[in-house]
């Protein structure tokens, strides 16, 4: 029988949790320490250690009392709007949107990124396996669409945290995702997907550039942000700290630079854009993102993301991504204001669930497998006939801003 803990040691529990919360998104998971916790909560070094043994022994404590039902309610909103879509079902998903609170953004950071910490992930790996790995009684396409909507939640959420909530685009998304969860899986005819045979991480060259890159990639996919320091990187590239202070003055000028590489790499280019609402295209892009052919991509993006929300140069590098995605839209000449608004939203809401499903296939090897037919084409349909009517106008103009303008892909 467990000793029942007093009112003083539960409220210091809550404080203690809550300086966790605030530490996480203003200085990232592998920040946090004792001492910054401590002078949050206004306990004691000692206080901590007489209630945890250490900081990951705290991060369990977090999600098993906090986060864990934040992620639960989250995933069942998501499977609740996919096996009954209605106007109600989507406004509730929707919800964990609009009304995000510190404990959502926390319960996404720290599910995306336990797999780095032994004892945290075996707690974490039981909401993995209970949720996003096991059908919970539904059919596989409402599983997977179930995925698709989780993805596509946690990754608004966090891009919420960073750059702002915009309730123009979920009021645009609302009605989209609506028409798409009421397709009956049975009218989903499959598209053939291919494995993607780009890679988007090439081998290093001789070139110490190339070579710093790549281990940077590594490193950082690897270990975090916080954790991929200089020395790591130089050992792994075989060059001394020196030799890269030389060329990029601070371990921050280096992962931009490696950033950038992969901005000009062709995951989402404007020729992607021109087609993601033909048949099969978002599918594509769905299933090359969770696929294991970029892994080291994957993670890379992944902690780059994290790490932006605690550090401004990093946060400008992304957002600087997705207004190059976006800022095409105004380009276009020939098509209603409101397509062109439409165009912005509907560009930014694809990258956000192509990137959503990205970071959920390095949580889970279940999201490679999903059946991403049965998310994707519903979801172009409705974008088509819910807001494009002249698609093959705004299509060809894209193909040839492609063709001549392509800078606009992050390419350089």
């Known amino acids: ?7 003083r040691a539960l409220t210091n529990d809550a404080s203690i949790r809550d300086a966790a919360i605030k530490l996480i998104l203003s200085a990232g998971i592998d920040a946090i320490s004792f001492r910054d916790v401590g002078r949050e909560a206004g306990l004691t070094h000692g206080a901590l250690y007489a209630r945890f043994e250490d900081v990951e022994e705290l991060l369990v404590d977090l999600w098993t009392e906090v986060l864990r039902q934040r992620a639960v309610r989250m995933f069942e909103a998501a499977r609740n709007a996919a096996q009954n879509p209605s106007e109600e ?8 949107v609009r009304n995000a609170e510190a404990s959502d953004v926390a319960a996404v950071q720290v599910l995306l990124l336990s797999r780095r910490f032994v004892v945290l992930f075996e707690e974490v790996e039981v909401f993995i396996h209970d949720y996003l790995e ?5 059919t596989s396409a409402i599983h997977s669409r179930t995925l698709a909507l989780f993805s596509l939640v946690s990754a608004k959420i966090f891009s919420n945290s960073e750059f702002g909530l915009n309730n123009d685009r979920i009021a645009f998304l609302a009605p989209v995702l609506l028409a ?10 499959p598209v053939p997907l291919s494995e993607p045979d780009d890679r988007v991480i090439p081998p290093p060259t001789s070139d110490l550039r190339s070579q710093l890159a790549y281990y940077t990639f590594s490193a950082v996919g690897r270990s975090g942000y916080t954790r991929a320091t200089i020395s790591r990187i130089s050992r792994r590239s075989n060059c001394s700290p020196g030799a890269i202070y030389k060329l990029y003055p601070s371990k921050e000028d280096l992962v931009i630079a490696a950033t950038r590489s992969i901005m000009r790499a062709p995951w989402f280019t404007l020729a992607s854009a021109a087609e993601i609402l033909n048949e099969g295209m978002l599918a594509q892009l769905l299933y090359a993102a969770a696929s294991e052919q970029n892994s080291i991509r994957k993670s890379f993006v992944l902690e780059m993301s994290m790490a932006s929300a605690h550090n401004a140069k990093l946060r400008d590098t992304v957002g600087q991504q997705l207004e190059l995605i976006e800022g095409v839209a105004p380009l276009l000449t020939d ?3 409101e397509e062109r608004t439409h165009l912005r ?3 930014r809401e694809s990258v956000l669930l192509i990137l959503g499903v990205s970071f959920m296939s ?3 090897g279940a999201i490679a497998h999903m059946d991403f037919n049965q998310f994707a084409e519903p979801f172009r349909r409705s974008m088509l006939e819910c807001c494009f009517p002249s698609w093959p106008d705004i299509s060809r103009q894209l193909k040839e801003m492609a063709a001549t303008q392509p800078r606009h892909t992050g390419r350089e």
Not at 89 to 96: E, G, K, Q, T
Not at 134 to 138: C, L, M, P, T, W
């Open 1 to 7: 029988m467990s000793r029942r803990r007093s009112s």
């Open 89 to 96: 079902s989507v406004d509730a998903l929707l919800d964990y």
């Open 362 to 364: 390095t949580v889970t």
């Open 345 to 347: 939203y509907m560009l």
């Open 134 to 138: 096991s059908r919970g009684g539904v």
């Open 180 to 189: 798409a969860l009421e397709t009956d899986p049975e009218d989903v005819l």
């Open 335 to 337: 098509i209603s204001d």
